[in-house]
């Protein structure tokens, strides 16, 4: 790679845009010099290329002389097979780069691009003779997982990808709108729900072969009671025993009506027994589960998966899902690739008008931080903003893949919702009841919400508040952030918005608000039926909404890109396909 730069550099350096194979006079000191070396490590770099073929170099007769060197790879065509072989290696950072330092008065950037194209999507290749073919998915993000820990699972593209490696002991079926088995085979509970057994299958068997049991389970479940972020799953577990191999009961102290729901989210990961032998650091570099994919590969540019033959639920129809982790600052719009970008983020309208079908099972919202002194501590103030950041306007405005204003967690409880125009008295009126100072406000986002937050600054700034962007890092000690709630387990996600560790809300709101929260929610999982538990949610979510402790924003599309030739397609309530059920197959 080292000497591929040089090349370029002292291309870039000294061809001064002439064609391939003419001799440019240049004395080695001024070779030393462009490579940043000394005259003795540019005669050995100039041998490497020599020997390499790329240059042909003829010495001048004398010291200080000059001697003459003739480029014979073209600038551009070298440029592309090296950010091709970056790319296909994963870098596609330093290829981003390359690009950057080298691609000027070439077309190397624009066929990079269009190579992209076509690298990315389903890729059916067949072995010699067509004795075996190979089928893989290729696709781009531009953040990485945060963790494959689903103890510590938050953002849906990780529980995306956990639910590829690890299994639970039941599943949510989307289709169907019931939960149907998983790891364990049957469940009962007794009739206050305070006792839960589940029957494990046979002959589940992790990827590196040991069979699943109950010691498994255990040990995943005592584990996750000791996690910040996901023990909420089991915070009422009173025991957790085995009894048998295949055999585990859960006796809760309060009653839980939908603890079979709880067991399906992806918190409830089975892991293997003490990491399989290994310590947990080196477990979760390559995490070892029973789902459909195994990890073959786990770096900061790239995740690759491989289909697990033994899945007991059948082997998935893929080979192979290639993730591919472009650099952080890589916005697609800057760099020009958005055709190439993408991913299940990008915005795709749906058949008719787009305001119904297709829209993402949850919203996006603007939260405040009331353990923190500011502005925000008057009620007041939160709901002058509340006025002030008009949904409807919102999305008229920046458009995308915005559809419908939200009044809550649902679209369709959003749907029909009327939401007040602004009225300029009331907004002038909380603020004065506010006693609003100017102080500035600390808005902190992450990109993906950048014209969200511009949108929002500047909407308060026509009222003479002034609010700070600052990086989604400091998201923790600023007054307020723009994040969005998925709820791909319906109740049991809503639940996590409140209680999960690592939640905007269980961090932004005061402990007075998340108990009188947490009691309701026990309330709700007591209840005899879906409907009661509707009512208790819908009081929280209107608690928040009536006290401006949240300003909701707007529900999202759900969308997709696919090859014309991919089947088994739908999406699941995170957002994305899952992998063993997509196919590929081309005919006359």
């Known amino acids: 790679m080292q000497i591929k730069e040089q090349y370029l550099r002292l291309h870039n350096r000294f061809s001064d845009g002439k064609q391939s194979g003419v001799p440019i006079d240049v004395t080695l000191e001024e070779l030393a010099k462009a490579l940043h070396c000394t005259v003795r490590n540019a005669k050995l770099i100039l041998r490497k290329l020599v020997d390499e073929g790329w240059v042909d170099w003829l010495p001048g007769r004398g010291r200080g002389n000059y001697s003459q060197i003739t480029f014979q790879a073209g600038k551009e065509q070298f440029l592309l097979n090296l950010v091709i072989g970056l790319a296909k290696s994963g870098d596609y950072r330093q290829a981003f780069d390359m690009l950057g330092a ?102 589940i068997r992790f990827h590196h072969g040991q069979e699943l049991t109950s010691v498994d389970v255990l040990f995943s479940f005592e584990r996750l009671r000791s996690h910040a972020e996901n023990k909420w799953l089991l915070r009422e577990a009173e025991t957790i025993e085995a009894l048998g191999p295949r055999v585990v009961r859960i006796r809760l102290r309060k009653p839980n009506r939908i603890f079979d729901r709880f067991m399906c989210s992806v918190g409830a990961s089975i892991l293997p027994a003490h990491f399989a032998g290994q310590d947990e650091g080196g477990f979760w570099r390559l995490p070892i589960g029973t789902g459909p994919f195994r990890v073959v590969s786990y770096s900061k540019h790239r995740i690759e998966l491989a289909a697990y033959p033994h899945y007991y639920q059948g082997r998935p129809y893929l080979d192979g899902v290639d993730i591919v982790i472009m650099p952080a600052d890589c916005d697609p719009e800057s760099i020009g690739f958005t055709s190439v970008l993408h991913t299940w983020d990008r915005h795709r309208q749906d058949e008719g008008d787009g305001r119904g079908a297709g829209l993402r099972l949850g919203c996006t919202m603007l939260s405040w931080n009331v353990n923190r002194e500011g502005p925000q501590q008057s009620e007041a103030f939160r709901r002058a903003v509340r006025m002030i950041l008009h949904p409807g306007e919102m999305i008229a405005e920046l458009g995308g893949p915005r559809a419908i204003p939200a009044f809550g967690y649902r679209p369709d409880e959003s749907r029909g919702r009327v939401i007040d125009p602004i009225r300029p008295e009331r907004v002038k009126s909380a603020l004065k009841e506010s006693g609003y100072d100017g102080a500035a406000i600390r808005l902190a986002v992450y990109d993906k919400y950048k014209d969200d937050a511009a949108w929002i600054q500047k909407r308060l700034s026509e009222w003479g508040i002034r609010a700070d962007i600052q990086s989604h890092r400091d998201w923790e000690d600023a007054d307020c952030t723009v994040s969005s709630i998925v709820l791909a387990e319906d109740e049991v996600c809503e639940i996590e918005s409140y209680e999960n560790g690592a939640s905007v809300l269980r961090l932004y709101l005061d402990e007075e608000r998340l108990l009188w929260i947490k009691a309701r929610i026990d309330d709700a999982l007591g209840a005899e039926n879906r409907e009661d538990r509707r009512m208790t949610f819908r009081e929280i979510e209107q608690y928040l909404r009536d006290e401006a402790s949240v300003i909701f924003l707007y529900h999202r599309h759900l969308n997709a890109f696919l090859h014309p030739f991919v089947h088994g397609m739908s999406l699941n309530p995170l957002g994305w396909v899952d992998f063993k059920d997509v196919w590929l197959e081309k005919h006359d």
């Open 102 to 203: 080298y691609g000027d008065g070439t077309q190397a950037k624009e066929r990079f691009l269009d190579w992209l194209n076509g690298h990315f999507g389903y890729k059916k290749e067949e072995e010699a003779e067509g004795a075996h073919t190979t089928d893989t998915l290729i696709f781009p993000v531009l953040y990485p997982p945060r963790t494959l820990d689903p103890a510590l699972a938050t953002f849906a593209f990780d529980s995306h990808l956990q639910r590829q490696i690890f299994d639970r002991l039941l599943n949510f079926d989307e289709q169907l709108g019931r939960i149907v088995p998983g790891v364990a085979h049957h469940w009962e509970a007794n009739r206050d729900a305070t006792e839960w057994t589940f029957y494990l299958r046979k002959g």
